[in-house]
């Protein structure tokens, strides 16, 4: 089974910039979709960013033009560049994945912390 580790989560100012990175167990290319997900305070869990085995990308309205998803195939990794931050991206991000056998697996979760 496929298992999902993050990182790069932590504390900026807005305006800022971070990068977050999602390794996966197993050949990404074998996933047939990885996103990113992410839970505010006292707030659902709303999808952020996908990327599909093919290259095509879809991003939330409220991070379109200032997140970029991306992967590094040889490196099983998804990455998400996040600029010109706004405190109200502080949440717990989480990577996704889905596979033919495991429709819906989740990481750890890594916390982003926006100070304005």
Known sequence: QVQLVESGGGLVQAGGSLRLSCAASINILT???MGWYRQ???KQRESV???TTSGSTDYAD????RFTISRDNARNTVYLQMNSLKAEDTAVYYCYAS???QPN??????QVT???
């Open 62 to 65: 409220s991070v379109k033009g």
């Open 40 to 42: 505010a305070s006292g």
């Open 114 to 116: 926006v100070s304005s």
């Open 49 to 51: 960013a996908i990327i």
């Open 105 to 110: 697996t989740w990481g750890q979760g890594t």
């Open 31 to 33: 996933i047939r979709l």
């Open 99 to 101: 596979t033919k056998i």
